[in-house]
């Protein structure tokens, strides 16, 4: 505890102007004049800029029985365009000293490149380019396929875990892109060809589909001359289909599976709910849920700690898990791992009768005053990290939410009442829209 | 018992060649030019024919989203064409003594008049022309896909056990069309317009995507004629696209849910487990599936009846239900109706307890050839009815079989062993590939 208001002496005193005028991030926004938004973020303690291009396409975009393109084109980018040898890219930027990667979610693709500032236009000439000029034989997407595969093996198919929320996910979503893994399903993934890639590639990468974010030393009037000059000749995609998100058929019956795997060796009870997520305009149930998370389950004081781990010994860890920065309709995820001698029976019975306990006595006004400041000092802490401020503008730029969404979000936060989460609580955590799931070793599953 | 052993007599004498000399149909097949399959049956016992339009396309077809479109077409093709006004096409059907209806599952949608013999080349005058010239008015749909709310809502939403239906389905396929309900999810049918009815409808009707049928008081050459007469101008649609199916990933998490509704009156339980289909030239272990669901469910003196409802009186009714026609991995469902003082653990827990003992104690061969000489009887009373024979060949062709696979399906039924069953059954009943669901009233889900 002590450590932890050092911190915040220390995080306040630095960033004293935001804590004292309240949160503003030192972010300018535009639009080119093919659609592409731009958001600068200027940070000038060191002479280096991220570089990023936020694609609004992710997993849930993906039609029937192609799981897995969207991660699998983030591979591919990497291969040759017209002017650049597979594999440039990135020699390229770490030739600059700079590194670069990408990540593929359900909602989005990234693309960046950390480099120093005076490489800020070469690495959208780059990124420019490979927007547009992709060039894939058969030969290296059958070689980046099996990559792909044996990414999945080592992650998904080796970790009874990561096997077990897949399954999880799947029953918690009747209708909707996010109950396929990102990755893709295994099957399918061993199906998808360049044909594929490229029908993805030509419908979703353009401009008018694309956030440009760069954050660093770098000013805005900078970024808008390059951004003209490298990407504002790239033409929109006339003909950009909107967002097709099914959505999910009234969820009524409470689900539960069990997943048995010799390789398990800690044995735990999740569950998840189905919870709305940031709605543009409208975020206020999902500051509620993020605090929610919190007190029921965000470290050793808040309520499934004290009343699974200290108070009854039943679980040697508990925790809840909600992140809002969804498109559509996301998860509220809670797990307890029970004690030696616990079984998940008890430990499932222990976590109903807390959250049930939760409920009825209310919310402890201190706590959440507490979990209002550790929300506020980790923003503060936030504040410094110019690619962290990126990254949360790209993720609310890529699932619906504006630049005003993303600005007004820590005050929402903090506007958020004990009665607006024990609402929120109450709404989400029906049976009828949960799934339960035991992870258990194949011992315990035949017994 | 005495009873079905007269009707089987009857039926023999009545049927005598066709069981002397195995079962074969009557049918005849050919090709239109433009990819229209043909299939004649003859039966000149009575003046009359039906005359059916099948297409390859079910509510499995349909594109993310649009729930319900293939059923809500379905009941738009009864509106006007450039010829006809809206309803026209019944009155007349109607006016020449005859009757008309549709219906639409997962794999096929079909259509179909029964009209006296000299009327046929009326009836495919009218169909050709619904195939091709479809005319939908906005106010026509809207009133339309009101009708199908209330279809929905009288068929399903006042259905507790439709809704529970829905669920277990929904949680059963990850992956795959049939998870969703073919009416359609009713927030999806409120969206439903008539640019995706003419969508799936350009898309998918046409000759090349179609199988006629056509039994009754006719000959080849007859059928033959009219066809080439009226389906024969129609040009095939070139950019038919194959049947998308998206297939399941593995299926590792034994899962089930609890369904609670007030309107409940007879609580029970209900397993599914996912299921091989019949494959073209593999009809072998849909064989194998459909004895064991007789077998095991199949009425009153069926393993589950005798252990569930007459040794232990645990059940008041028991099921076993399979049909492997379809185009993909299907469901071989049981039911346990408890009795009134039995709970639906223990009725559960009996019913896994038959399951296994089945598995032990293997197949009583007198058993098995009672359920084959209820099989053939059957098929044999079958051959009594062109309509019948109709039905079977359309569902056949339009879910991946051949008029040969359709021919060879009872002998290879008759030719299935007690260890093909318990092989087939040990290769299905895992839990891990299950659902098990629990319909209850509201008042035993608050105890």
Redesign the interface.
């Known amino acids: 505890m002590i450590r932890w208001l050092m911190s915040l002496i220390v995080a306040v005193s630095l960033a004293l102007p935001a804590w004292a005028q309240g949160l503003h991030d030192a972010v300018t926004t535009f639009t080119l004049d093919n659609g592409m938004q731009v958001v600068v973020v200027e940070d000038h303690r060191a002479p280096a800029v991220q570089h990023m291009v936020w694609y609004n396409v992710g997993s849930a975009d993906e039609p029937?029985?192609k799981?897995g393109i969207a991660h699998f084109l983030e591979h591919l980018m990497f291969k040759a365009t017209e002017t650049m040898e597979s594999g440039e890219f990135s020699q390229v930027v770490a030739a600059q000293g700079g590194r670069d990667n990408a990540f593929t979610s359900y909602d989005y693709t990234a693309y960046f490149q950390r480099v120093a500032a005076d490489r800020l236009g070469l690495m959208m000439e780059m990124e420019a380019d490979r927007m547009v000029n992709l060039r894939l034989t058969e030969q290296e997407v059958e070689t980046e396929r099996n990559v792909i595969i044996e990414e999945r093996n080592s992650r998904v198919e080796n970790n009874p875990r990561a096997?077990?929320g897949?399954?999880?996910n799947?029953?918690q979503y009747?209708?909707h892109g996010y109950?396929?893994p990102i990755i893709g399903?295994?099957?399918?993934i061993e199906k998808l060809g360049r044909q594929d890639a490229l029908d993805f590639y030509e419908t979703f990468y353009a401009p008018n589909n694309a956030t440009l974010i760069v954050s660093g030393d770098v000013t805005p009037e900078e970024v808008r001359e390059l951004a003209e000059s490298h990407y504002g000749p790239i033409p929109a995609n006339p003909d950009l289909p909107p967002r097709?998100?099914?959505?999910e058929?009234p969820?009524?019956?409470?689900?539960?599976?069990?997943?048995?795997d010799p390789r398990v060796a800690q044995p735990y009870v999740a569950r998840s709910y189905l919870a709305p997520a940031r709605d543009s305009g409208a975020q206020e149930k999902a500051a509620a849920l993020t605090i929610l998370a919190e007190l029921l389950g965000g470290g050793t004081t808040s309520h499934l700690a004290e009343e699974l781990q200290f108070d009854n010994e039943i679980a040697v860890y508990s925790g809840a898990f909600y992140d809002g920065t969804a498109l559509d309709e996301t998860t509220f995820d809670i797990i307890v791992v029970p004690g030696a001698e616990v079984s998940l029976e008890d430990a499932e019975a222990a976590l109903d009768a807390a959250l049930a306990g939760f409920l009825d006595e209310g919310i402890d006004p201190e706590d959440l005053d507490r979990i209002k400041m550790q929300l506020r000092a980790s923003q503060i802490y936030g504040q410094d990290s110019a690619d962290g401020i990126a990254n949360r503008y790209g993720r609310g730029l890529t699932t619906g939410l504006t630049v005003a969404d993303v600005q007004a979000w820590p005050d929402i936060l903090q506007a958020t009442t004990e009665q607006d989460i024990i609402e929120a609580a109450r709404a989400i955590l029906r049976p009828?829209a949960s799934v339960t799931?035991w992870l258990m070793s194949a011992e315990e599953a035949s017994q």
């Open positions: 029937p029985g799981s096997l077990f897949e399954q999880m799947a029953v009747y209708n109950g396929i399903w295994k099957h399918e097709l998100r099914t959505s058929p969820q009524t019956a409470a689900r539960r599976l069990s997943f048995a009828e799931g």
